[in-house]
């Protein structure tokens, strides 16, 4: 049975007419569509990035130093010497801190072994403690505060 013309326009039809709505039509189009030209307000409000980021992309992996200080060495001494990276040589004990996967040496906290300590970087501070107790650094590339 077919409406006639008189009942369809009787309510139902709040706000957008007969017909709207049915595609995508009265909403500026679907999904991303006119972000460069009719939605172009919407984008640069809630979307700023949309076409990209901005700025520089570094493309160079940068590996950070993975540190230690002289009180984690002091608690962590008998795990290393059970691990491996503490020995014996010629009557002196050696940390092989590079070796078991620290690269840089800090001076805060007490470490009271007289040893040789191998490690790639150390800091002034951790220098001097050390110095003071008769340890040695090797292998230190350059001293950082």
């Known amino acids: 049975m077919v409406r006639e013309r008189t009942k369809k326009l009787r ?3 709040y706000g957008r007419g007969m017909k709207a709505g049915r595609g995508k039509g009265k909403k500026g189009g679907r999904g991303n569509a006119g972000m460069g030209k009719h939605k172009w307000i919407w984008m640069v409000k ?3 990035l949309h076409f990209g980021g901005k700025g520089f992309t570094s493309h160079h992996l940068s590996t950070p ?3 230690i200080n002289l009180g984690e060495l002091e608690n962590i001494f008998e795990n290393l010497k059970a691990d491996g990276f ?3 040589e010629n009557g002196e004990t050696v940390v092989d801190l590079k070796a078991a996967g620290y690269d840089k040496l800090l001076g805060s906290g007490n470490f009271s072994v007289k040893s040789r300590i191998i490690i790639d970087k150390a800091t002034e501070k951790a220098i001097s403690k050390l110095s ?3 340890s040695k650094i090797e292998n230190v590339g350059n001293t950082a505060e």
Do not use: L, N, S
Request: glycine residues 20%; hydrophobic residues 25%.
């Open 11 to 13: 309510g139902g039809h």
């Open 46 to 48: 809630y979307d700023p």
């Open 65 to 67: 130093d993975v540190p």
């Open 86 to 88: 503490v020995r014996e």
């Open 132 to 134: 003071a107790i008769g």
